[in-house]
């Protein structure tokens, strides 16, 4: 029973589906295709906004291109020390900005607080030249802890941001996680709270392989995004493919209808154990993701029963959780019960 | 009626079917899943010897990865002067190996001379650090001109390299249709002829978007290869779907099937093109591209009646034709019947 | 007897005097002291336009960082095909432009004809983001073949290159040769011309070590210059001693009449090759550099007897005489004298 | 009065006379010339084992240099979170590096505690491709904070490194006045404890700009060495000018008697801060940097009084003062009476 990652999951049939539909005939290569050249309006319908969007095949060459073109080679990316950005992507950031420097900040549960990050700023590049300057500042929505920024906590950061000359990005791996347990509209949590730049996560949320820059009426980066892309060899010379799963993504709001199913998955998770004895809630569950701290024994039972879930970096008593759409309340019922039977006793 | 480019066909039924069933269960993330392990030992049965490979999603992904890991920042690559690493991958060579130089080689149907070869790398380095240092070369197979080297060819160029201590890489976007139609083995065409990796292409032979780096016996260079992978944010999470669909080419030779397809289709283009009076073929067809030298106004004319292909940049008189699996007698039939209508006649 | 460069010849005894004297005291580091905050002023009044100064220690490093500023990662350098940034920097521009292509471009005499210069402009992105983008174009001032453009063509160049809206940085390892030949004013053959930026060269020309990065009027490039600078490792603590180079040059115009010496001495060599029978010069001698076309046993005769000279990279019979302000009279008369010695007799 | 930097004392006239008698003549360019190529057997001798050794006119510049070699643009640079290269360098590290991650850790007075560093390389690279690699410890001697390593806790973290595959670089900026301090040979603190390769500081010294990347017996990393200091613009064409000041400071002990000069007046000061009532030490004095503790309006007293010193940045009442050999037994005097006098009393 896998509670790995949402990575892990298979892909929605409506995806699948969308891609036999876009397979039926010939279409115009790199982009050019009547998918592609339909995500700019389905995503300014969704945003509420004007939007241009650039899809591409992983997370992590989409928040690299974003940063790419956010921070010179010279910046200072600014992000919480739990980010992905930072601490997952294999220095992709680091490659795709030609050398900037993350600075990692403190805060609770993966969430920077605007007083951490307006400190951080205005001490990173006090010495000019001979400092990385801040450049960009990004934030993980839903955050690697499994929480969410309230539309007002993005907002603080903007202001935080912008009064600093800084763009904010918007890692949004799960974003539609975040969308739907926040029950807030996607404009409320972006480009109305200041974000300006959005990597839209749909490969955890049932694609096979589909994510998208969603850049919030800032034309001017949008050729150096499309240049990042292409030299990044991330310009699919087959995008139809990967567009076509983002346009069923959006259709009927099938992409917040995927997050609900694994967000209440991650509730029902969360409900049975704080009521167990056994285990505790690390942070609040505001998305698909649960940490779960118990006794290491415990974990290892847990494990050798076929449950599969990660073991946090650094520690021997704290869990990773993931449910998806995939993930049946049968096998959160059967989990909890293996819970409370792996107990001392 | 589209002779554009491979790239615009629609991927053959059994990729598709491929996608399908591995989306039937979860599986591990991150190329850990059970069809991406299967890659070496399919591919090493296909190339008859022991062979690494990295699925990835694009072919100027693995090229670029592959120049990376080959040459350092200060290398100088060898390439023809029409290769596509040189004129079509938006300077993703460049990016990937940190800044190497590309150094454009003559040569009659995008074929490089071993002569030229050789004595293009003796000068290139002789001022040492004042010099970018010849460091890998890299052929294309089928060519860009739609020729292809034979082993024999590829086996010169081999030891031109290999006797100055380079590396020989080969693109092989469209690997299959030269090996299907010089009709030797992958493993003459390859390792056997002094070939050290390939870049393996199935994306316009009949896939959605699957390449695949496949090195021949130098372990020594996979953990660059890896790590530039995920650097270039092109390890994909759920990875299955890229090497299902590799699994499902080399199945039973699809690979060669749906070349021999296409190259069948050129072959019928080619020879009704040398018999009209409106046009001549510019190379020899060896594979699925066929180059087609008429009066501009025939190849407007042609277009008009909706024949859509590419003409060659730097010349109004040249057209690229490219068959594809997906291409039927009729279309030849029709395409030719329309060339010999458009003649002045 | 040393014709083998510029850079071999000791530094001029005013250049000296000018360090010992900026070391008498304290002075604030990285380029905030006393002689740096003079530079601006100094260049300014001597090419009679507002200038923006940065003393940079090396020619590749000015090249580079101002090549890294003009271009971006994606970006195309256009340049002549002998260009010192295509074949003797080592890969330094690819380096500082983190991956730009460099065109090169054939011409006469190491000089670009305008017409090459707007095709290869026009030619070279046609294919959009697959193609690398032309972004600046770059000339040598005197050229790697001892040529001098004359102000009508660098305007011509410029013309070429602002219309289509591409900055022209002039690389002047060898300025104050074309200057002191053309005997016109430095403005007119620079900002005059439509040069943006110039490379200005002194270390050649009699200084220790000391270039300058001159912009002319374009404000917005500073800051990526400075952090570049910085970045490179190129901001010294001290340069107080480069710039009081810098200073010393322009005092009373040294840096014009230690030009004028050498090239005497290139003109009297160049005479003295005319009338001999041993030898033709290969191109017109502009500035301070002679080639010199003669039978190889005659060039070995010549080194045999202490003549240190460089035989051009391709050729055996084609030899660079570069002349210095510490080359004498008699020491052209003697080399003269040895080439008419030399012949077959 | 001037305690900012060792970068604005004047350099010592040994080292500008050594720079006048290199200038008698013609000479080699590119390090090639009869003083560059004394280098390694001078620094062999001083450091009592092979050395190869190349002059490089930046410490920023040889720092990033070998980090470049030393890292793959993946890896992780280990370093103490107050280092010069993590701090200082504008991100040049970065730019060489291609992109690797410094990793600052935390350590009284500037010096990483072997226990520290285990930790921190065994955790940095757990998962793989998706973490930056650990790749070379980086330590500074001496210090950030004056402090100075033993060569006891130099092998320690040697012993650390080279148990996980790490090799060890040493900052020496200020590695004459750590030698002179510690009192111990510079191979002891060097090669004998495990320090792989050296920046070797001398502009701080009394050089005008001198530095060198001293390499302890890793012939491999010489190419990639060389390659990088070209492709940096960082090989100077008169390069003698930075070998004469080297081998100055290397003749009779000059660079050790001139770090003792400047030791004795930071041991005087210091004295003198321990006897005040005004004022306490930061961190013991081991080299020639004072870090005084102190009143803001303490602070700001000194300065009006014309004393210059910085203020440690995030600081308001903690001031470095740094000694060179070119300050006075007098000013040392001279402030401490003005920090009595400037006191609340």
């Given at each position: 029973m896998n509670f790995k990652s949402d990575n892990e999951a298979p892909a929605h049939p409506a995806v699948l589906e969308a891609i036999v539909e876009a397979n039926r005939d010939f279409a115009t290569a790199y982009a050019a295709d009547r998918y592609s050249q339909r995500l700019n309006a389905r995503f300014s319908e969704a945003f509420e906004t004007e939007c241009h969007v650039l899809p591409i095949a992983t997370g992590t060459a989409a928040n690299s291109i974003v940063l790419g073109e956010l921070s010179p080679p010279w910046g200072a990316v600014m992000c919480h020390q739990n980010a992905h950005i930072h601490c997952d992507e294999g220095g992709a950031p680091e490659f795709y900005t030609h050398g900037a420097k993350l600075v990692p900040l403190a805060g609770d549960g993966a969430r920077i607080h605007p007083d951490t990050l307006g400190r951080a700023i205005d001490a990173a590049g006090v010495h000019g030249v001979h400092n990385c300057k801040p450049a960009v500042v990004s934030v993980t929505q839903a955050t690697e802890c499994g929480t969410s920024y309230r539309p007002a906590q993005i907002q603080a950061l903007a202001e935080v941001s912008h009064g600093r000359g800084l763009p904010l990005h918007m890692d949004g791996a799960r974003f539609a996680n975040a969308v739907a347990w926040l029950g807030c509209s996607p404009a409320e949590v972006t480009w109305k709270a200041g974000v300006d730049v959005l990597s839209f996560g749909a490969t955890k949320n049932g694609a096979l392989?589909?994510?998208?820059?969603?850049?919030?009426?800032?034309?001017?980066?949008?050729?150096?995004?499309?240049?990042?892309?292409?030299?990044?060899?991330?310009?699919?010379?087959?995008?139809?493919?990967?567009?076509?799963?983002?346009?069923?993504?959006?259709?009927?709001?099938?992409?917040?209808?995927?997050?609900?199913?694994?967000?209440?998955?991650?509730?029902?998770?969360?409900?049975?154990?704080?009521?167990?004895?056994?285990?505790?809630?690390?942070?609040?569950?505001?998305?698909?993701?649960?940490?779960?701290?118990?006794?290491?024994?415990?974990?290892?039972?847990?494990?050798?029963?076929?449950?599969?879930?990660?073991?946090?970096?650094?520690?021997?008593?704290?869990?990773?959780?993931v449910c998806t759409f995939a993930t049946s309340e049968q096998q959160i019922r059967d989990f909890l019960s293996a819970l409370q039977d792996s107990g001392p006793g």
């Open positions: 392989t589909a994510e998208a820059v969603v850049v919030f009426g800032r034309p001017e980066w949008l050729e150096g995004l499309e240049r990042r892309r292409k030299r990044g060899g991330h310009l699919l010379s087959k995008m139809r493919y990967v567009s076509a799963q983002l346009l069923a993504m959006l259709e009927n709001g099938l992409w917040l209808d995927i997050a609900r199913t694994a967000n209440a998955r991650a509730a029902e998770l969360a409900a049975g154990i704080e009521r167990s004895d056994q285990a505790t809630l690390e942070w609040p569950v505001e998305a698909n993701e649960v940490f779960m701290r118990a006794d290491p024994d415990i974990l290892q039972s847990l494990k050798t029963r076929g449950f599969e879930f990660h073991i946090w970096p650094g520690y021997d008593d704290l869990a990773r959780l």
